[in-house]
């Protein structure tokens, strides 16, 4: 996106600064689009859900 912006800038065509910060990249790498998120969630259910960690402890004593 810079390169598109220096090339302008060298045609002398004017960009105005509010456009500016409203460009977006438009690749789709590394966007969710589906909104579905995947992790681990047992490797973190202790530091993320105390009280499913208390009911572990309880059940081994």
Not at 6 to 31: C, H, S, Y
Not at 51 to 56: F, I, Q, V
Request: aromatic share 6%; glycine share 4%; proline share 8%.
């Amino acid at each position: 996106m810079q390169a598109v912006l220096d090339r302008w800038a060298n045609r002398r065509q004017v960009i105005p600064p509010e456009l500016i910060g409203r460009i977006a990249p438009t690749r789709l790498e590394g966007i969710n689009l589906r909104g579905v998120f995947r992790f681990p969630i047992e490797r973190y259910a202790n530091q993320l859900l105390p009280s499913h960690a208390a009911s572990k402890t309880s059940a081994v004593c």
